[in-house]
């Protein structure tokens, strides 16, 4: 599934993340060092909601357990500081955006019925 | 049993890349004059500065959890103040003398660790956290000869606070829950004390050789920081070594050390003969076989291996040791240790007990091994803190260690396990206190400025 047209490159500022919720989708998506990313509004440590997580270049740190996230790949960078099977945290699920010419956003989701059912990891 | 002095702790040596850092052989308490006169309190790096060079120095807590202290920092300090600092020197590890080490000896060092702390989060208050009497009176001395200097300018408020010593008062909720005025019990989280601790503020709660570290990196920079120990726990580490080993003391190695060697410094095994294992972490990493001596003391090493390093607490069990009576014992602590505030803790850490001392008296058949694993994947993360999950490491690791010499205790009773092993594994004087408690009967608070 591809989310056209989302958000208008204008609407970002920089860093700040902006989530976009719809039947079968809740994502986050934040411009960072002149990129777009989008990713699933889904800790993979607990399934916490990460909207209210920092950015700052391209690793996103959960605001829950403060792990760290690269937006780019979606790889732990630094497991949570606590809680359950800390060790065990997936990697962020993380979907391609793109910019087209005139500053619109858009996501594309792949297979969006698996991540509307079933758990990140 | 607010102010108990415990045992101080002798120094065993140091394998480090340059030396000793924060151990020094000493027997007195390095004064103000004395720090300042080694270069102490002279810190070239101050407020965003602090955090850029701790970022790059890649410096883990020792409290246990080995958690980037740069990430930690950054989240306290992004939330809208007044925040406070906390150093956590309750060391409820009844096998660790790290911190109190550290207040006693060289509190100056922790403290210029939390000045930077407080100076790059923008924290106007300091809470010096401990079970110890003398580290008390050390912390509150090295205060008072903070205040009577004036060239250091204004410098935040610090706090001395006292607590009994039990296993849950060092957890960073009762921490904050203890500064408060409560009894120092752990709280359900969120919110997490970076988020909201000690007078509902965000407040940065970090073990004391953390911040002691601190204080060099902000001496002497990054860089030589990382000149000693691995990659991704750079820096060297206090261990204390304790049980059957010649010289039970204090190391500090550089990470990546292996075990090997610092048992060569402890002056090998008491009695000659290979170690039966080793417990971890104190007692909350769980019980390793003899092949643990080759391999390097870093956390993500061990933690691979399914051993917590934990605190840096290892107790060496000599030859004649036998494991299943030690793991039965730490469960008795565990169970003790429990402060009955969730019901899965309570119930969880009394079975594995029940369980440990029937495999020990030789009462124990299969099925009970099984039903032993089972408690420990049952009470696993379910406690308001973490404490079930020790008693949780001790089960997994016997088992998974040591399944001959479990299989072996299997309806058959040990001769080994008769004998007692309170003399390598020690319990604390203290019990939390549950019901009832007082705030002002378990805590002792003197402010110092
Ligand atoms: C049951 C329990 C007991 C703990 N006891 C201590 C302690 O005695 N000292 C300590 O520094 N941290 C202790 N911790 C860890 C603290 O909660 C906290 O993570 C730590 O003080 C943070 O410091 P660090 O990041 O410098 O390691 C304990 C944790 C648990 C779950
Ligand atoms: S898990 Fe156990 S020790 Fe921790 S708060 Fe709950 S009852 Fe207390
Ligand atoms: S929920 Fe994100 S780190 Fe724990």
Redesign the interface.
Known sequence: MKLEKVACLEELSDRKLLRLKGPGYDLCIVLTDNKVHAFANRCPHTGARLHASRVRHNVLTCSHHLAQFDLCSGSVLTFPMEGLDVEKTGPLVVFDAEVDADGWVSVDLGEIELYGRGPVR | MTGAALADPPLVGAITVGGERLLQQRCDRESFAEYRAAGGYRNAVRGAGVLRELSVAGLRGRGG?A??TA??W??VA?RPGPRHVVVNAEEGEPASAKDRWLLRHRPHIVVEGALAAASAIGADTIWIYVADRPAAESAREAAAELRADTSLGPIPRINVVEVPHTYVAGEETSVVRAIDGGPALPTTK?P?P?ERGAAGSPTLVQNAETLAHVALIVRSGAKQFRGAGSNTAPGTLLLTISGDCIRPGLVEVATGTRLREVLALAGGVRGGGAPAGFAFGGYFGGIAGPRTVDLPIEHDAL?TEGIGLGCGAVIVLGTHRCVVAVAATIGKFFAAQSAHQCGVCVRGTAAIQGALERLRGGRADPANVEQLQRFAGLV??RGAC?LPDGAANVVESLIREFPGTVADHVGRVCLRCRLPVDDVIPNLAARPVTSGARPEETRSREESQ
């Open positions: 959890a958690f980037p990430i930690k950054q989240a992004e969120p997490r970076f933690r696993r993360g973490a």
